[in-house]
């Protein structure tokens, strides 16, 4: 497995990748209604093209003989949870990996570079929202070192209401 940055010239890649890994996520949780306007608003070309233009913006693709099977996105931005800003925090925005790389240690290595890009610049604290009820994320979460910290925030899908957990990790612990 390698992992790299995820170029502009990506986009089609991006796209695909988020659109059925949320959706491979997120099935039966909302109206189909509510699901396909979600994949249409956050996972088309122009929506990905914009978002991989900007460079504070970063995402990384694990790949597999050439083939990217998970991503993360990780990004400096506070305006979900103002909170954060008394510290140098770093937003894990997004982390999906394919069905099939479950459990191969592909999660755990987009975790690590994470990690290790926080340390690099300086960054005292990761953190990220996970839905109430994903409770194999929060497992993972909860091994890779990260607390939840107590506060929660709306994330509806749609017109589907659903909660988010805010966790945490400080680096220095
Ligand atoms: C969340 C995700 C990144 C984790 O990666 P992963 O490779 O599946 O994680 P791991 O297998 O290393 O760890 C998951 C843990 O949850 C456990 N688990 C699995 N299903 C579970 C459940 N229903 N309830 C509680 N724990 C569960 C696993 O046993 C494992 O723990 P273990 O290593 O102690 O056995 C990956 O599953 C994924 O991409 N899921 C879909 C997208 C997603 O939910 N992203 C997070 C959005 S916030």
Known sequence: MTIRRVVLEDAPILSKLGADTFYDTFKGTCTDEDMDGFLVDY????????????????????????????????????????????WKALELKRLYVSTDYHGKGVAQALTNLAFEF???????????????FNFRAQKFYQKMGFEDTGHKHDFPIGNTPQTDLWYWKFLNK
């Open 43 to 86: 996972f088309n070309i122009e929506q990905v093209q914009k978002e991989l233009s900007d460079a504070d913006d970063y995402f990384y693709f694990a790949e597999v003989d050439g083939k990217a099977v998970g991503y993360i996105r990780i990004k400096e931005d506070y305006t979900a949870f103002e909170t954060m800003k008394q």
């Open 118 to 132: 926080a340390h690099q610049h300086q960054y005292e604290v990761v953190w990220l929202g996970v839905w109430e």
